[in-house]
């Protein structure tokens, strides 16, 4: 067998046995169907409650709400098919050191894709300006992408919770935002009581994530089940993507004008210049 | 042999193997080639007929279009080094099961950084709000990455088939949105005719990518010749890319008043506030 | 051992053995630690000379500058554990053909994140076009991602340095921005004075990664040692991105007023628009 041909039938191997395992673990395999379904049922509701939406903002917010379940779809077939599941082996010093615990890698890479999309809704819903838009969602990528890395990095245990240190400093960032300055744009654009509903909704959720991370197989292992980690990481998906969206979509929907008056700050500075001259 | 020595053997195998198979076969080879020939070509052309363009929009459309054969140029060259290229067991149920196939999995990875490109020099020249916009090109970037998981699933058929379905809605958004929605405002934008040609250019040619996925080595494998295959991608591609962008450039540069008096909608939200005071 | 025990093997004997052999080098993990150390020290001061930022525009260009340490912690943690780490064995014609030279390609993977924030909080303070500062940083993006390919190709030495030369084609576009064109928009902007200072800076500073990357272990390889190397990326990472940041940050902080009155090229469009009813 040629190098390159054990090469590739490692990598397949790797895929199929993911693939296997999953499958015959109803716990596990329930975690990753459940959303798969309610990713598809939630598209094709969304679609339909996005068939009046009018106003260049309320569609903006539209498509961005609608990728949501799009990104979450695809995410939950990448990991049942064992494509972005991979076996890592746990460094001395971990709980189960030595041992090959299997990461589902492929969600932190898929929320780098849909947690913008959230921030985004919520961001143009609040209307506030693209400074803090912007700086909010280059942190939040950079959450998902070292907490990508706090669950990979098998070299060292310290290193692992150095990653999640990084990841929770931009998380920080995110609550900050989210929880003290935007709800005041919100009350601004006259879009507060649907804005504080979902800020509550998602900070909350949102907090669950690293307290699963910490608990679970890949942190401090209390759980040492895969199927039940990654059962709280699904649920917690289920509120914080499908309901969080389906209550924006419907509040967008009923109260498009006042998404459309609120729709001057995001280009702020535009504005104002002519008003100067 | 260390397993990280032979880890390093095996991924370098890999690529040296692919890169001694693509050179040793005259018609894939020829299907990178031409291509990597044909977008030097361009980008040297677009470079010249930019050289007198002004003012803001009709900059960022020449500046967008030429990414895209420099996206092209560094795609084909990833190719035939066979950095971007693997080798892929085709599960049960494929007509080549258990064969290996070579993937060109970086057509792609790159794709999802030209056809945004596409895609944002069209909504520019048609002058299309910027929520469309955004939502067009998260769902055509969502196509790339899902039809990349489509080639890359080894351990179920079925699974092949459920991310190839997944792409094909995303492609559905994108051309529900050229075909139907973006001519309106092209027509008000006054750019109607030079977009009603490179919509239909782009739609039908397209339309041939997942065909050629269906019949060809990864989907039903009708066609059984990797060669071919991949000259059915680059022959799309010469006209999706260099033709699209030929066209696009030559009719920016002798429209420019056209395209900076329509330059008002992107920002329309912005625009409009200063109005309604 | 099944296939898939075996890939998981060699994958995490990959990452422990690159921790090892920089843990017992301290010319090399010298200069990772030093950019940690500093990256986290630029973080804090940043947040404190941020806390009185006010107005859209330098709350923006706060925000992107506060990115690059955050960017930069992250990517030297991601080589000093060894995760964004391999080896490469070079291809025939390279000085050190058939050795296993240690690559740390997450250098490329995280600069095509950190470099395009400098770009935009230069773009911002410049007060450059939105066209202009897309072309830019689309431009960016493919260097480091064409850099990256450079680094990792082993089929060809040859291709090698077409990937390279790609890659600096990029450089150009970026350069001729930068020195040429954006100086006008900073003078038009009042901002001419700091941005004089930070592109002579950048511009010097950015020529030193090609220079290194052909004469270092990667390309001619006339310095043989991984340390020596690493410390000149390090020590070019320390002048472009944490001495740029303090004094971008410093002007901005002092200078508020100039910055926001200047803001009113980048909507350009729309801000041009009511003013020519």
Not at 52 to 63: D, F, L
Request: hydrophobic share 55%; with cysteine.
């Amino acid at each position: 067998m040629s190098p390159a041909t054990l090469g590739s039938v490692i990598l397949q191997a790797t895929q199929s046995e993911a693939f296997d395992q999953i499958e015959n673990d109803t716990l596990l395999s329930s975690s990753l169907w459940a959303n798969i379904a309610l990713a598809g049922l939630s598209i094709l509701l969304f679609v339909y409650m996005g068939r009046n939406v009018e106003g260049s903002r309320a569609k903006m917010i539209w498509g961005a709400t609608l990728m949501i379940p799009l990104v979450s779809i695809s995410s939950y077939t990448g990991l049942v098919s064992g494509l972005t599941v991979g076996f890592i082996e746990m460094p001395a010093g971990h709980a189960l050191a030595g041992e090959e615990v299997m990461s589902q890698w492929g969600r932190y890479l898929t929320w780098a894709l849909s947690t913008p999309m959230i921030l985004l809704a919520l961001g143009m819903l609040a209307d506030v300006d693209r400074g803090s838009l912007f700086t909010v969602i280059a942190a939040d990528i950079g959450m998902c992408v070292t907490g990508l890395a706090a669950a990979l990095v098998t070299s060292s245990y310290g290193l692992r919770w150095v990653f999640y240190a990084i990841s929770c400093a931009f998380f920080l960032v995110v609550i900050y935002a989210v929880f003290v300055e935007w709800p005041q744009s919100a009350a601004a654009a006259g879009t507060d009581e649907i804005f504080d509903t979902l800020r509550v909704l998602t900070v909350v959720l949102w907090l669950g994530y690293p307290v699963i991370w910490a608990v679970g197989v890949e942190g401090l292992a209390l759980v040492e089940s895969v199927g039940a980690t990654s059962w709280g990481y699904s649920a917690l998906d289920i509120g914080a993507k499908y309901l969080f969206s389906f209550l924006l979509l419907r509040w967008v929907g009923a109260n498009q004008n006042v998404v459309e008056s609120a729709g001057t700050t995001t280009g702020s500075e535009a504005a104002a210049a002519p008003a100067d001259d």
